[in-house]
């Protein structure tokens, strides 16, 4: 590629709809002008949010689903991406989804060497991703040291990862939003899906002393499933039955999300299987620290970049006892973002080193 030229990279996730950290991701990393930037989506999708990016659509596909299935429409959709790849030496596939991981797969199958993948969720089938790790070698990437051992991947550290990021915070971190006495709001921040376990932080709420000035938001709304709606239905009515409904407000989806952050005192992230939770890299970024599972991929975050504290995964009371803590003692008084532990999780940085790693994939 000659001096000075961007490659051209193809992010292909196969989705539908317009959200999720995942975009969220690919355009903060289109922002930072490294390289020139393609989003692969099904011919359905609309964009909603900024930046608006190039798309490429080579048909339908179950974005974040594995199977039989799956597997022979990714063998169609990679011989299509093929024709894109070699129509021009700077150009390179970047799989983020299980969608993009699969024709990725195939990719390398059919030859070229301009392909890699991202992975960006705990899978159930764990024995899937550890082959494909055989199989793409080098060109696969994890978003932690915590998602390597979710799977059993033989590396130490942060080798072969590269994180998720958002912009690099402007303006010194700001102080606490509250005095002492005064309310604390909680924030929850994602999908009305089972995997985000937003029913422990009910379970939590209620073992909360009830006289303590406490409160959650929740901003997000269901993915557009059957599942989702259902599982929305039953959070409703399981604060009703826990008698926590007039402690918790569900926003629903939020396009502006500075207004949440604006709001809240400490982000919730309470998956066991959450694996980066982007929201804790904005509310970082915002000035509000996180209070994260300790065995999700998060934890590689809040331990990496400061972004605050750990509670025992699946333990509502153990949950509960920390947010009670945090609202009345003197520790979310005292948090501060740290600025050169955020750097290594900023656009910039993380920008940088895809830049590198598509440079050496040309090059190959």
Not at 155 to 170: K, L, N, Q, T, Y
Request: charged share 25%; proline share 5%.
């Amino acid at each position: 590629m000659p001096e000075g030229e961007k490659c051209v990279v193809l992010h292909y996730v196969g989705y539908d709809r317009d959200h999720g950290g995942i975009l969220t991701v690919i355009r903060t990393l289109a922002a930072a002008g490294d390289f020139d930037s393609v989003l692969g989506v099904n011919p359905a999708f609309r964009q909603e949010a900024k930046p608006a990016l190039a798309i490429r659509a080579f048909g339908r596909i179950e974005g974040e689903r594995i199977g039989l299935r799956p597997m022979l429409k990714a063998s169609v959709l990679a011989w299509r991406a093929r024709g894109w790849l070699r129509a021009d030496r700077a150009r390179i596939f970047h799989g983020h989804s299980r969608a993009g991981l699969l024709i990725a797969l195939w990719l390398r199958l059919l030859g070229e060497r301009r392909v890699l993948a991202s992975v960006h969720s705990y899978g159930r089938q764990r024995w899937f991703y550890r082959a494909a790790a055989k199989m793409m070698g080098a060109r696969l990437y994890w978003l932690g040291p915590a998602m390597k051992r979710y799977y059993g991947v033989e590396s130490s550290g942060w080798e072969h990862c590269v994180p998720d990021c958002v912009p690099a915070a402007r303006g010194p971190s700001p102080g606490p939003r509250r005095s002492s006495g005064q309310e604390i709001c909680f924030g929850c921040v994602g999908a009305l899906v089972p995997v985000k376990q937003w029913e422990l932080v009910l379970a939590a709420l209620a073992l909360v002393p009830p006289g303590l000035p406490l409160r959650v938001l929740h901003a997000g709304g269901t993915d557009g499933s059957a599942e989702s709606a259902d599982y929305e239905r039953r959070l409703r009515q399981r604060a009703d039955e826990l008698g926590v409904s007039s402690r918790i407000e569900w926003r629903g989806q939020v396009s502006a999300m500075e207004t949440v952050y604006a709001e809240i005192d400490c982000l919730v992230v309470a998956a066991r299987r959450e694996a980066s939770s982007v929201a804790a890299l904005e509310a970082a970024a915002a000035g509000v620290p996180t209070l994260a599972s300790d065995v999700a991929g998060t934890r590689d975050l809040v331990e990496k970049a400061k972004l605050g504290w750990l509670f025992p995964a699946d333990d509502a009371a153990a949950l509960a006892g920390r947010m009670t803590a945090l609202a009345t003692g003197s520790e979310l008084g005292a948090w501060r973002r740290d600025d050169e532990a955020m750097r290594f999780f900023t656009a910039p940085v993380v920008a940088s080193r895809w830049a590198e790693i598509y440079r050496r994939l040309l090059a190959a």
